[in-house]
């Protein structure tokens, strides 16, 4: 073969200069398009759905420019990759980022043309004429599958998403309206309290929201986001509330229903019907824990003597007064008796968490919900954790299908990884959130309903209403300033316009080399390095601190010195029921699982890609086999790579609802006894569940059929969950994925250690100047 057959490529390095060249036939003839597609399919840089949707629109317009088939295929493409469009200016200036190509560089025979070659000759304005066709691409309503609209072409479908959920945000955002109008459709006083002064009750709402605030939130010397955070999300049927780990977004939504159930009984009006929801089985599992612990602790008896108060005053007004839009009701039976409000109050929060799939109904082998505009939710208030996995196309579904008087309330971190799917909705939306830009009006509200000060740089005489439904928390609870977890993220999230990317660098390489007590970093001289094994064994406590020994959390408390996956291995084998009956004694198995359970999340390995070997694909049987040459693990080799085996801990990729299993759950594999056969045992599955009276799901490994071995884990995977010991391994080449987002979210999966793997020096570097950029339409700059 000679030189002159193959080419090596590079991403990430500029093309070499060349003399501009004739324009390729794939541009002006639709077969050649077509041929060059199918070579790149086969190359696996476009998806055969790419491919079939240029065939399909020439099939239905046989006059179709070829431009206009390529613009097709690539947007198609961009989809896979996150984006909700194709940007066509993006596009030339940097062609080859349009395509999946291997960033490693490859040596190819006879290789396919590159679109930074394809496109070299094109301009936008010829790109952007051969998107005029009436029956394939249009600027806007209509039915053609394409919509070109400024520089960006769309298929049609998710233009729509992008327009509908603009609309319906847009419409949220707006003021209340009329009285009388809302005295027929909205059931909560939230929507009036303190904006409203003509509202009949308008003096016992200004009285009562900064009470109850009050209540919920005790004084402080400093700003206290997360009682800013309660009263914006008060006072508008759509409210963000963003922060990153340990800022109290858990602790500022319970405090918010609290608060809203307050007003509520308050104006003598039934309790308001919430539902709580999350992208995943275990986001919303998470949730569940967090929130059980935190209503336990809400003041009830406080808040429903203040609503006795008011409810006892507005009786008397009543007697003298009485509105068309104020009706008795059980509340005001109950009013005057503690005994009864104080448990009413409590049992009108929720702790039960669903997810968005089951929250909507999904439709078995189809993208639709029983619910939508036709058959909305049953609810007054919607709250979404971990709103940062939700793409743009559930996000729609969520809002079409929410009555239009009920309020939505999103939490998640804005600078974590976006959704697998398309689109970044909550990094859209809260993309001025570090600023705020509450206008003038708004930081009056505020402080007269919180008694707090928004200080000058937060404010905005051009903010936007969006930016008025939007809080940020910013002061976080779980990482102090002796904490390398939390030092290394905020340097990591530091933006690209707050330094340079050398600034940048150099500070996160300073604090790796600083000595915190919390964190460590390796980097390994090859695949072959034991680094890593010993990492994976015993999480490698000879590279933090006095061994990771006498170390305190925040509150004081001793810290458990790091581990690796030995340790769960080891709490298997020693903790395990002897003499027990798995079928008559139940109990026994359901607390040595649990053991187990929780002593395998005190590690966990995770990295940025699937494929290659520092992807899970190669990393989970290196991992296996290492643990089973140190005699952790006893299942031979063919066992070990595609069969069932005890200590084997699986990851479940799709929602199974009939075993109440979503994606996410982690479960270990256990061997029990066999009660057909004295002295043999069977393997089961253990999950944890949310349920007290049985914290465990024991599920044949036969009935598992969407699950993969989980030593090894992506970043993306990790989302909604947190580890007491991470170690965030990044690949030896550098990866369109490595990126600030990636790296951020990886180490704030730590909750006591973090151990950062370089497999080749510098990666980490490159990796947290890079930001992830994803392409819509959606943004308010645009």
Not at 127 to 133: E, P, T
Not at 206 to 234: E, G, H, I, V, Y
Not at 295 to 324: C, I, M, Y
Not at 541 to 565: C, I, L, M, W
């Amino acid at each position: 073969m000679s030189r002159k057959d193959t080419q090596t490529f590079d991403l990430f390095d500029a093309p070499p200069a060349s003399e501009p060249a004739t324009p390729h036939p794939a541009l002006f003839e639709p077969q050649a398009l077509l041929d060059l597609l199918e070579r790149w399919v086969a190359r696996g840089w476009l998806r055969d759905l790419d491919r079939a949707l240029a065939r399909f629109l020439l099939n239905e317009a046989p006059d179709a420019p070829a431009l206009l088939l390529l613009a097709a295929a690539l947007a198609s493409h961009q989809l896979g990759r996150g984006h909700v469009c194709l940007e066509l200016a993006a596009t030339l200036a940097a062609p080859d980022f349009a395509l999946s190509l291997p960033p490693e560089g490859d040596d190819l025979i006879e290789p396919p043309i590159l679109p930074s070659a394809l496109l070299e000759t094109l301009t936008l304005a010829e790109w952007q004429a051969a998107l005029d066709h009436p029956l394939l691409a249009s600027t806007g309503p209509g039915n053609t599958p394409l919509v070109a609209s400024a520089t960006r072409l769309y298929l049609r479908r998710y233009w729509q998403f992008e327009r509908t959920l603009q609309q319906e945000i847009a419409t949220r955002l707006t003021a209340n309206g009329d009285v009388s109008e809302l005295a027929n459709t909205c059931r909560s006083p939230v929507h009036w309290a303190m904006d409203d002064a003509s509202h009949p009750d308008h003096a016992t709402a200004t009285n009562l929201l900064p009470r109850a605030l009050n209540t919920l939130f005790p004084s402080t010397q400093t700003l206290d986001w997360q009682k800013t955070a309660c009263a914006l999300a008060a006072r508008r049927r759509f409210a963000v509330i963003t922060g990153g780990p340990g800022t109290g977004k858990t602790t500022t939504v319970v405090r918010l229903l609290a608060l809203l159930q307050t007003l509520q009984m308050a104006s003598g009006e039934p309790a308001l019907r919430i539902r709580l929801a999350a992208p995943t089985g275990k986001a919303a599992a998470r949730l569940n824990e967090s929130i059980a612990g935190q209503v336990n602790r809400l003041p009830f008896h406080e808040l429903a003597s203040l609503w006795q108060q008011d409810a006892s005053g507005k009786q008397e007004a009543q007697g003298k007064q009485e509105t068309s839009w104020q009706q008795k009701t059980p509340w005001e039976g109950a009013s005057a008796r503690d005994d009864q409000a104080t448990p009413t109050l409590q049992a009108s929060i929720p702790t039960e968490v669903t997810t968005l799939h089951r929250l909507l109904g999904a439709r078995p082998d189809t993208r639709h919900f029983r619910h939508g505009p036709n058959n909305p939710l049953a609810l007054d208030v919607l709250v979404i954790d971990e709103a940062s996995m939700v793409d743009i196309e559930m996000m729609t579904a969520v809002l079409g299908a929410l009555p239009s008087n009920a309020q939505l309330v999103l939490l998640g971190d804005k600078d974590q990884l976006a959704s697998v799917e398309a689109g970044a909705v909550l990094g859209e939306l809260c993309r001025r959130a570090d600023a705020a830009h509450y206008t003038p009006a708004t930081a009056q509200w505020l402080e007269a309903a919180t008694g707090q000060a928004i200080p000058a740089q937060f404010t905005d005489d051009h903010g936007e209403p969006l930016d008025q439904a939007i809080t940020m928390l910013r002061v976080s609870h779980r990482f102090d300033e002796q904490s390398g977890i939390g030092q290394l993220a905020q340097a990591i999230n530091q933006p690209g316009h707050a330094m340079s990317n050398r600034n940048k660098q150099q500070a996160v390489n300073q604090l790796l080399r600083q000595g915190y007590p919390d964190v460590q970093h390796r980097v390994l001289s090859g695949q072959k390095d034991t680094t890593l094994d010993e990492l994976v064994l015993n999480g490698s406590s000879a590279g933090f601190p006095q061994n990771g020994e006498g170390r305190t959390d925040h509150k004081g408390k001793p810290v458990a010195p790091p581990t690796g996956y030995r340790h769960y291995l080891n709490v298997l084998n020693t903790q395990r029921p002897e003499g027990a009956s798995f079928e008559t004694d139940p109990h026994a198995f359901d607390t040595w699982a649990g053991q187990v359970l929780t002593a395998y999340g005190r590690f966990q390995l995770l990295c940025a890609l699937r494929k290659g070997p520092w992807g899970v694909e190669g990393l989970n049987p290196r991992i296996a086999h290492t643990l089973r040459r140190e005699g952790w693990l006893t299942a031979n080799d063919v066992t070990l790579e595609k069969g069932w085996y005890e200590g084997r801990p699986v990851l479940v990729t799709q929602n199974d609802y009939a075993l109440k299993l979503m994606n996410g759950d982690i479960g270990i594999t256990l061997a029990v006894p066999d009660p057909r056969a004295p002295g043999q045992s069977l393997l089961r599955v253990a999950f944890p569940t949310s349920d007290p009276a049985k914290p465990i799901r024991w599920v044949l490994p036969s009935r598992l059929h969407a699950v993969e071995t989980v030593f090894a884990m992506t970043v993306h995977k990790s989302q909604g969950s947190e580890f007491v010991h991470t170690a965030l391994l990044l690949p030896a080449t550098l990866n369109p994925i490595l990126t600030r987002e990636l790296v951020y979210t990886g180490i704030t999966r730590a909750r006591e250690w973090l151990t950062v793997v370089e497999a080749k020096r510098g990666v980490l570097g490159e990796a947290v100047v890079r930001e992830v950029l994803r392409v819509s339409g959606f943004s308010r700059d645009n």
